[in-house]
C-alpha cells in the first residue's frame, strides 16, 4: 500500500503562484510514476501534469503547459507542482495519483493505483 499526502493548495489572487507537493509513503514507495489531476463539481478528473518514476521525464496537459512544472525528490519520494500565472479557471479540488506500472497511460486517472485526499486551490479575480 502507498499513502498520499498533499500539501500546499489554498486561496491566490489571479496571475499569482502556488507551490503544492505529494508525499509518497508505505512499504512499496519506489519506481512510483506520480502525476497531479483535478477536478471540479460535475466534471471528471483532469489530466495536469505527470513525472514518471526516475523524474527525467515530464508531462503536461494542455492548460498546464508554459505555467506550471512538475519536480520530484526522489529520495524523498515527494513530488511538487509548482504554478504560476493562476487563472480564475485553474481553481479546482488537486489530486495526487502515483502508479506502480513502469510506463502508464500518464493521462488517464484509471492509470493511478492510489490517490491523495485532494487539495482545494482557489484563484480569485
Known amino acids: 500500500q502507498v499513502q498520499l499526502e498533499e500539501n500546499g493548495g489554498g486561496l491566490v489572487q489571479a496571475w499569482g503562484s502556488l507551490r503544492l507537493s505529494c508525499s509518497a509513503s508505505g512499504p512499496t514507495t519506489t519506481r512510483l510514476a506520480m502525476g497531479w489531476f483535478r477536478q471540479t463539481p460535475g466534471r471528471y478528473r483532469d489530466f495536469v501534469a505527470a513525472v514518471d518514476w526516475s523524474g527525467d521525464n515530464t508531462y503536461y496537459g494542455d492548460s498546464a503547459k508554459g505555467r506550471f512544472t512538475i519536480s520530484r525528490d526522489g529520495a524523498k519520494n515527494t513530488v511538487f507542482l509548482q504554478m504560476t500565472s493562476l487563472k480564475p479557471e485553474d481553481t479546482a479540488v488537486y489530486y495526487c495519483?502515483?502508479?506502480?506500472?513502469?510506463?502508464?497511460?500518464?493521462?488517464?486517472?484509471?492509470?493511478?493505483?492510489?490517490w491523495g485526499q485532494g487539495t482545494q486551490v482557489t484563484v480569485s479575480s
Open positions: 495519483g502515483a502508479s506502480q506500472c513502469g510506463e502508464p497511460n500518464y493521462y488517464a486517472p484509471n492509470a493511478y493505483d492510489y
